[in-house]
């Protein structure tokens, strides 16, 4: 199913973030913020990839965890990647948004660093995973859990502890000029995200391969 | 004369010396200075509180940042991650690719002289 739409799904990727740049540009500047506000194309939809890096991380990992499903865990472990790989973008477009309209690189609000906790979440999934040795399958899982429930947290801390963030409602309410490009840019990311998690996944299950075949190789 | 240096530190640090002066210069940074608390709030009361944003438009030009660098910064740091990651994981298809037909081949010829 996966590989069918891997091909489809490159297409639709490439075309449409080679469409976005364009509207991007085009798109209206915000009043108090100007030009540079225009990062809110890719700073928010990398989170929300994220995010739902995260979640499926964590549902994966509860499914290996209680159901013992190989398969799960090969998932689990691809969107771990990937949730670290769209962190990383998000953490850094956001300082380079902050510096410019808030004149600080990084202001250590609740955010900011829930955000990056759940990013240092995942990376230390990721660490446990290739140096754990056997069994941290298991604690990688647990691990992913935990940081599945941060997500609220990191999610509706703008709206609970004072922050100079914008609220939660800000994406809700964007006029029709700049919801047009936001919306495209999400289903952008989203179609990258596919095919980056499709892609992944096959290299584990290649690498399943390979650790089944050496297996009765030694023996 | 740097290894010279580094030795006495070393040595000091064994006797403990470095740690007592770290320990010194940490808890004279806690202890609150007579009168400073005071000066500060006199401070901040002295300045009229913000009540709303400035625009970025309103600021005088030398206050201003130019957006557009970092703008492009952000979408080139979005690029370069996306593209690396693709030559990440072709690169690991590579490597699993290469070791699954090493495999093959030896289990091959395992399988032919059985």
Redesign the interface.
Known sequence: MTRRLFNPLLVVAAGMFAAA?ILVALAPNE??????A??VY??VP?WFMMFLGVFICGIASGVYLFKDKQSADRLAVSAAELAV?FG??GL??GP??A???WGLWWPWDVRTTLALILELNFVAYLLLRKYGGPGSEKLAAGLALFGMFNVPFVYVSVNVWRTLHPETTVVPTLPGPMAGPFWWCVIAYLA?FLV?LS??RR?EE??A??DR??L??ER | MSDINFGRFLLSWSTGRTLKVILAFVVSMCVPIPGSSAIAISAQSSQPALEE?V???ELPETDR?P??P??V???S??WI??FG??WL?SR??SE??R??AE??N??GD?LDAK
């Open positions: 740049p009043v108090t913020m100007g030009l540079v225009k990062i890719f700073h990398v790989l990383l973008m850094t477009t380079l948004w510096r410019v309209s990258l980056m892609g992944r290299l290649q690498r391969i390979v075949l050496r009765a190789h | 944003f625009p970025i438009a940042l957006a557009a970092f703008l910064a952000a979408y740091v979005v991650l996306a990651y693709f994981l690991r298809f699993v690719e070791d699954l495999l093959k030896v289990l395992d």
